[in-house]
């Protein structure tokens, strides 16, 4: 069974970094695809990035892609989401998915339903 946990939100300031890690205590994430989505109230959950479970496909929302890097690291069952030059409109709460891996992900990674297995999100405010 897969047991998400995110860590690493904060309060920044306009163009700080932070990384965020999405670990799972059942230590079976290296077997997923996985995605990290954030959330603000009142609107729709959105996908920030995606990795697939060996790590060697990665996928970007237009939004972050060049700021944004997911990586992995299935030795540790962790996954991260480095976030550079950081804007306000990335406030928000940020959550990381697990997907079982295969066609579906491959053609759906940017969806909510494609994934299985949710953290509670970590909350991230970026401010001037």
């Known amino acids: 069974q897969v047991h998400l946990a995110e860590s690493g939100g904060g309060s920044v300031q306009i163009g700080a970094s932070l990384r965020l890690s999405c670990e799972d205590s059942g230590r079976t994430l290296s077997r997923y695809a996985v995605g990290w989505f954030r959330q603000t109230p009142g ?3 959105e996908i920030v990035a995606a990795i697939s479970y060996s790590g060697g496909t990665t996928y970007y929302s237009d939004s972050v892609k060049g700021r944004f890097t997911i990586s992995r690291d299935n ?5 991260y989401l480095q976030m550079n030059s950081l804007k306000p409109e990335d ?14 992900w491959l ?22």
């Open 107 to 128: 053609a759906k990674w940017a969806e909510i339903r494609t994934y299985d297995f949710w953290g509670q999100g970590t909350q991230v405010t970026v401010s001037s």
């Open 75 to 79: 030795a540790k069952n962790t996954v």
């Open 91 to 104: 406030t928000a709460g940020y959550h990381c998915a697990a997907a079982i891996p295969g066609g579906r």
């Open 43 to 45: 609107k729709e959950r």
